[in-house]
C-alpha cells in the first residue's frame, strides 16, 4: 500500500490518484493515516463482502424466519433418513 500526506495530495493530485487507481493509497494527517483511497472495484468487492456479513445474522428457533425452520427440518429429516438407511 502506498502511503502520502494531505500535503501530497495538494502538490502531487495526480501521482496520488494514478497510485489509488492501482491499489490501496493511505492519506495521513500529521504523521497519522486519516483516509484512505483505493480502486472503485476494491470498493466493491468490500461493499458485498459487507451486505453478505449483515444477511447471514444469527437467529434463535424462538426468531428465526420460516423459511430457515423449514431448511433446517427438513435438512435434519435427510441426515435421519440416511442415517436409518445405513442400519
Not at 449483515?54 to 441426515?79: C, K, S, V, Y
Request: net charge negative; proline share 2%; charged share 35%.
Amino acid at each position: 500500500m502506498k502511503q502520502f500526506t494531505f500535503s501530497d495530495l495538494s502538490r502531487r493530485s495526480g501521482d496520488v490518484l494514478d497510485a489509488a487507481m492501482a491499489g490501496k493509497v493511505s492519506l495521513a494527517k500529521r504523521g497519522k493515516a486519516k483516509v484512505m483511497m483505493m480502486p472503485m472495484e476494491e470498493y466493491e468487492r468490500l461493499e458485498q463482502l459487507a451486505a453478505g456479513r449483515r444477511e447471514g445474522r444469527a437467529f434463535t428457533l424462538a426468531n428465526a424466519p420460516e423459511d430457515d425452520l423449514e431448511n433446517l427440518t427438513a435438512g435434519f429429516r435427510q441426515i435421519l433418513d440416511e442415517a436409518k438407511g445405513e442400519e
